[in-house]
């Protein structure tokens, strides 16, 4: 009788929320650096931290602004979405759940567990977090962002922490690999 209530509620759950389901190995609401996350818009960034100390125009509609030397942001200038963003220091740009560089990346395995992606470079390596999105037209999961943590091989202490999602002039999956190799130094195959 039990598992048929248990067999009940499951399937109960899935026809009430359908779609709606995430699978992701980072919740969507740890994908934040400094309060931002990708889609955040640059108006609300400004209204947080003030007009960046650096904004440059990059490719068509492609924009990069930094405070200080430890914070990096992209976003589309036509839609002031953000979509990067990259923290070098340990300047209080946080998760929710208090990761921060300078920690070591023991930390971020007892916050969030194993890395769904590793990569050893000779002196750095780089893990990832995926967060997948439901996407209805293929009716399956697809990796919509990645928090990616680069690690320093000697010491096993976090040098950056960056969020990326669909770079506007490749997309994910296929700016994922290639921007990892090159900050591990490696040559793209």
């Given at each position: 009788?039990?598992?048929?209530?248990?067999?009940?509620?499951?399937?109960?759950?899935?026809?009430?929320?359908?779609?709606?389901?995430?699978?992701?190995?980072?919740?969507?609401?740890?994908?934040?650096?400094?309060?931002?996350?990708?889609?955040?818009?640059?108006?609300y960034?400004?209204?947080?931290?003030?007009l960046?100390?650096?904004?440059?125009?990059?490719?068509?509609?492609?924009?990069?602004?930094?405070?200080?030397?430890?914070?990096?942001i992209?976003?589309?200038?036509?839609?002031?979405?953000?979509?990067?963003?990259?923290?070098?220091?340990?300047?209080?740009?946080?998760?929710?759940?208090?990761?921060?560089?300078?920690?070591?990346?023991?930390?971020?395995?007892?916050?969030?567990?194993?890395?769904?992606?590793e990569?050893?470079?000779?002196?750095?390596?780089?893990?990832?977090?995926?967060?997948?999105?439901?996407?209805?037209?293929?009716?399956?999961?697809?990796?919509?962002?990645?928090?990616?943590?680069?690690?320093?091989?000697?010491?096993?202490?976090?040098?950056?922490?960056?969020?990326?999602?669909?770079?506007?002039?490749?997309?994910?999956?296929?700016?994922?690999?290639?921007?990892v190799?090159?900050?591990?130094?490696?040559?793209?195959?």
């Open positions: 009788m039990l598992k048929k209530i248990l067999t009940a509620i499951i399937l109960s759950a899935f026809v009430l929320f359908g779609n709606n389901f995430c699978s992701a190995s980072m919740p969507r609401n740890e994908m934040f650096l400094g309060g931002l996350t990708f889609g955040s818009t640059s108006d960034m400004i209204e947080i931290y003030g960046p100390d650096t904004n440059e125009r990059g490719v068509e509609y492609l924009s990069t602004c930094k405070y200080g030397s430890g914070v990096e992209g976003y589309l200038s036509d839609q002031h979405k953000i979509f990067t963003i990259i923290v070098r220091e340990n300047n209080g740009w946080t998760t929710p759940a208090g990761l921060s560089v300078g920690m070591t990346f023991d930390k971020a395995v007892e916050l969030y567990g194993d890395a769904d992606f990569k050893v470079g000779d002196e750095k390596t780089a893990y990832a977090y995926f967060y997948y999105r439901y996407n209805k037209e293929i009716q399956n999961y697809e990796r919509e962002a990645g928090f990616i943590i680069l690690v320093d091989n000697a010491t096993g202490k976090i040098l950056e922490m960056r969020i990326e999602t669909d770079n506007p002039m490749v997309g994910f999956e296929d700016f994922f690999e290639p921007s190799n090159y900050l591990l130094g490696i040559e793209n195959e």
